[in-house]
């Protein structure tokens, strides 16, 4: 079955910084990779997804990349802000599977004021 | 409002005492899972559903059934409970399994003595 791995597992930058999140994935079947964001205490957010189709996608201040020779994609926030200050999970999945989404094992990215 | 409802949130209860965790959407999804999340770990699958009636297996399926008899319902539930099942559980739904937004439930704590 899949695998996915995450890295950094935390991460902190300086308010402004940018933040970047790193995801390898092992089935080279998967097409769809979402970034979900989990706030403390609440419930896991999809912020931004990206279908194997496409290289590089943006929205506002968060991008994501994929690299499918490589098996791997990443999160990347510019411009960090308090409010960005949460876990991040990384998953993988094959369109047309039963299955759901295989996720990655989070990152604690925490934006210093 | 478009949602995801679980109850209880909080539960503390007893090895061996059997419980049930609820889950309802109320968006027509006909896909439905189960995850728990622990601490290095991030999300992984319990049990999922792509219908009423039909269920299968996630990564984690030890130790839980689900029943699925209602499209907005699919229960979790735990027949004689362990610590090693202290956990944070949330429920999941989406139109699509594997290509689609999911839409987390609020999560409940559960904690086994």
Known sequence: GENVEQHPSTLSVQEGDSAVIKCTYSDSASNYFPWYKQELGKRPQLIIDIRSNVGEKKDQRIAVTLNKTAKHFSLHITETQPEDSAVYFCAASTSGSARQLTFGSGTQLTVLP | ?113
């Open chain 2, 1 to 113: 409002e478009a949602q995801v409802t679980q109850n209880p949130r909080y539960l503390i209860t007893v090895t061996g005492k059997k419980l049930t965790v609820t889950c309802s959407q109320n968006m027509n999804h006909e896909y439905m899972s189960w995850y728990r999340q622990d601490p290095g770990l991030g999300l992984r699958q319990i049990y999922y559903s792509m219908n009423v009636e039909v269920t299968d297996k996630g990564d984690v399926p030890e130790g839980y059934k689900v029943s699925r008899k209602e499209k907005r319902n699919f229960p979790l539930i735990l027949e004689s409970p362990s610590p090693n099942q202290t956990s944070l559980y949330f429920c999941a739904s989406s139109f699509q399994p594997s290509t689609d937004t999911q839409y987390f439930g609020p999560g409940t704590r559960l904690t086994v003595l």
